[in-house]
Nanobody
Framework: QVQLVEYGGGLVQAGGSLRLSCAAS????????MGWYRQAPGKQRELVAR???????NYADSVKGRFTISRDDVKNTVYLQMNSLKPEDTAVYYC?????????????WGQGTQVTVSS
């Protein structure tokens, strides 16, 4: 079991920046990767950025060069630094923890935080 609590989000003008934080607790040793997903109204949830326990990262093409995912293993926290925000980045952002237990993937999710970018 993993619990995820998100912080950050809010309203920002286009071109601005926000930082999201996700504090994890629970079975930390089982976490293979953590990431951020987002879901805009009427759209499917999509991967924004992901970081593995070995610190390998991958990003959605739409955020490459603007967003940076990082992790602090002492604080058990993952961050998403979002720069040069665009109105199309508006969505609910969800923190995700990916666990592999007995060759079975389990996903845990935060409650979601709203990011709104005004034009």
């Amino acid at each position: 079991q993993v619990q995820l609590v998100e912080y950050g989000g809010g309203l920002v003008q286009a071109g601005g920046s926000l930082r999201l934080s996700c504090a994890a607790s629970g079975s930390m040793f089982s976490i293979n990767a953590m990431g951020w997903y987002r879901q805009a109204p009427g759209k499917q949830r999509e991967l924004v950025a992901r970081i593995t326990s070995g610190r390998r990262t991958n990003y959605a093409d739409s955020v490459k060069g603007r967003f940076t995912i990082s992790r602090d293993d002492v604080k058990n926290t993952v961050y998403l630094q979002m720069n040069s925000l665009k109105p199309e980045d508006t969505a609910v952002y969800y923190c995700n923890a990916e666990l592999w237990i007995a060759m079975t993937r389990e996903d845990y999710w935060g409650q979601g935080t709203q990011v709104t970018v005004s034009s």
